[in-house]
């Protein structure tokens, strides 16, 4: 869970990023984020405890992380001599920015609900219920509609990235992915880099909320093992005579 004081931090560094979106470009996307700002601070990055960031103010906080790993990853690929003449920087942020848009809804009605059930809250880890009067749409898709319907243009390499940031996680990204021609191969590795950080930043809240509770399991688990009696032990105490035990201990 979030404090309140962090969860307006993070809402501010998420507009910082907003404003390096490109002149122009970056104030319509600032106004489209403002006008839902009360859902999106509060929203979670997903429904279930069992996926990442499931709780109020989880969705930025997720987006601000995988800005920030794309940001270094950008660095780790340029180090590794990528083309970075196929893709800007710029590109990159907006494409983090939004490449989980479509968790928020329609843009008129919102994609999760608080549940109510509190069975499947404590049993299921399910504390967002879907909301079902929207229609289906994969999450890449739906960000590029809500970007489309307010008039933010979109290069063509942040359409990829935003459609592709799954990877093969998703099988409708096989034909981009799985090409063995060089010719119908992805012309630049902003799709890789979006990837690889929103894969680091689910990964990374996935540890935050379950590891601990893991690693508490196991020293439970631990603590029970030692004080457990070996088969030896067991036989030793049903013998009666103080002095055979003491021989049979020897042996």
Same mark, same amino acid.
């Given at each position: 869970?979030?404090?309140? &004081? ?5 809402? !501010?560094?998420?507009? $910082? ?5 490109? &002149? ?32 109020? $103010? $989880? ?18 690929? *340029? ?22 848009? $479509?968790?928020?809804?329609?843009? &008129? ?23 079902? @009067?929207? *229609? ?16 933010? &243009? ?42 690889? #950080?929103?894969?680091?930043? #689910?990964?990374? !809240? ?16 631990? #603590? ?10 067991? #036989? ?5 005579? @103080? ?9």
């Amino acid at each position: 869970m979030l404090s309140e &004081e962090k969860i307006l931090e993070n809402w !501010e560094t998420f507009l $910082g990023y907003v404003a390096r979106t490109g &002149e122009g470009r970056n104030e319509k996307l600032k106004q489209f984020y403002l006008k839902h700002q009360e859902h999106l601070m509060l929203m979670p990055a997903s429904g279930k405890k069992a996926y990442h960031n499931a709780f109020p $103010g $989880g969705y930025i906080d997720h987006v601000n992380r995988v800005v920030e790993a794309s940001l270094k990853l950008y660095d780790v690929w *340029a180090e590794m001599e990528m083309d970075r003449s196929t893709f800007t920087v710029e590109e990159l942020i907006f494409a983090a920015i939004n490449h989980d848009l $479509g968790k928020m809804g329609d843009g &008129e009605k919102y994609a999760h609900i608080p549940s109510t059930d509190e069975w499947r809250k404590k049993n299921l880890g399910e504390m967002y219920t879907f909301n079902k @009067e929207i *229609a289906f749409m994969s999450v890449p898709d739906r960000s590029i509609f809500l970007l489309t319907q307010a008039g933010i &243009e979109i290069s063509q390499n942040e359409w990829l990235a935003i459609k592709l940031h799954d990877g093969l996680y998703d099988a409708a990204n096989e034909a981009y992915l799985k090409s063995y021609m060089p010719e119908t191969k992805p012309r630049t590795s902003i799709i890789y880099i979006l990837h690889q #950080a929103d894969l680091l930043a #689910a990964r990374v !809240e996935f540890e935050r909320e379950w590891l601990p509770k893991f690693n508490t399991q196991q020293k439970t688990n631990d #603590a029970f093992e030692l004080k457990k009696k070996s088969p030896k032990d067991k #036989a030793l105490s049903s013998v009666k005579s @103080e002095n055979l035990s003491n021989l049979l201990k020897n042996l």
